[in-house]
């Protein structure tokens, strides 16, 4: 299997990425038992079949050691060479306090040993408290790690477009903000992509699929419950479908979504990625991996062909119409781990 052309963005110049990237959040203990020599298997043909580029965090259970374990195989296999198809993004998520350069370095230091390189290709930050300005010194410290050539390239993950400003406006250039985006939660239209347009940042995505709520699998099904939502992803964006409009009105988005699938000859998760793949400054979608569990390689690849037209979208308004406005709801991206 190979993917188009089209499956890949270049997203800053040293960086040719796959615009489905493998998100490595499920590998972190919620979502079933992973076992390590399958997943690094399982990686293998990820990487073979075009998708290439891998998210994780500091914080996803063992995502890190993964990527280095998988990198090792990679070069005893196939050659150091073999690299340069890969793309590895990780998270640092500290706790708010004081910032210095050591804590800063020491940190960075522990996922590039974890990963197995020299340089991070992506280092994306998260920060819990805005009350707490210590942010604006962990990112000068990772700019000058950047300038050291420890970091290619500095990010962001749930800033909010008030803070990202903040941030450009303190003089850290910063080429990416990882934020929840979907056909249930568009809060990025409202402000965010404008802003990130202006400022030539990119955005990726994540929650496109709704923890999977976005699929055939819950079309026409009665509202799932407890011991029903069996994943950390399932019980947190069945909450949001929720605060978007309930279990009814999904329904009917459901409706609307199997329809254009079926028009097009392709899935609902299809029709939801390639929606957000569409809107202005997305570089990329953040598929769950569930390695040596389940993949969708073949299904995730017709993404790439498929062509969304004014009628569909005119279809999906029309139900995104009812809903309620999450902007107001919850607040900008990011807003909801700030509570």
Same mark, same amino acid.
């Given at each position: ?21 493998? %998100? ?7 979502? %079933? ?14 990487? &073979?079949? %075009?998708?290439?580029?891998? &998210?994780?965090?500091?914080? $996803? ?50 996922? =590039? ?21 210590? $942010? ?34 303190? %003089? ?45 699998? $819950? ?26 409009? +309930? ?44 390695? +040596? ?30 809903? =309620? ?11 909801? $781990?700030?509570?």
């Amino acid at each position: 299997m190979n993917l188009p052309e089209s499956s890949r963005i270049q997203f800053t110049p040293d960086l040719n990425i796959c615009r489905v990237l493998n %998100g490595m959040w499920q590998v972190s203990g919620g979502h %079933g038992r992973i076992n390590q020599d399958a997943a690094i298997q399982t990686m293998f043909k990820y990487l &073979d079949a %075009g998708y290439t580029t891998w &998210d994780m965090a500091d914080h $996803y259970g063992p995502a890190e050691d993964f990527i280095g374990e998988f990198r090792r195989q990679l070069i005893a296999t196939r050659g150091e060479a073999a690299l340069s198809n890969l793309q590895a993004f990780t998270k640092w998520v500290p706790r708010p306090g004081k910032m210095t350069r050591k804590l800063v370095e020491d940190n960075i230091d522990i996922s =590039r040993r974890r990963m197995k390189v020299d340089c991070l290709d992506l280092m994306q930050f998260h920060w819990w408290e805005y009350g707490d300005k210590n $942010y604006l010194d962990a990112l000068k410290h990772m700019a000058d790690l950047q300038t050291e050539g420890k970091i290619k390239h500095l990010a962001l993950t749930n800033f909010d477009t008030e803070h990202l400003k903040i941030i450009l406006d303190n %003089g850290i250039k910063i080429v990416s903000n990882q934020v929840q985006f979907s056909i249930v939660d568009r809060r990025p239209e409202v402000a965010m992509i404008q802003f990130c347009q202006q400022h030539d940042i990119k955005l990726f995505t994540y929650g496109t699929l709704c923890g999977g709520l976005l699929s055939e699998k $819950y079309l026409g099904q009665p509202e799932p419950r407890g011991g029903q939502l069996d994943t950390v992803s399932l019980r947190k964006y069945k909450n949001m479908v929720d605060a978007w409009g +309930g279990w009814d009105l999904f329904q009917e988005l459901l409706s609307v979504l199997k329809g254009i699938a079926d028009k097009h000859g392709v899935s609902i998760p299809n029709v939801a990625v390639r929606y957000i793949l569409d809107k202005p400054a997305v570089a990329g979608v953040i598929v769950g991996a569930r390695l +040596g569990i389940s993949a969708h390689l073949e299904d995730n690849a017709k993404v790439f062909d498929l062509h969304l037209d004014d009628s569909d979208l005119k279809q999906i308004d029309a139900i995104t119409n009812k809903s =309620r406005d999450l902007f107001k709801l919850i607040g900008d991206c990011g807003d909801e $781990y700030r509570r």
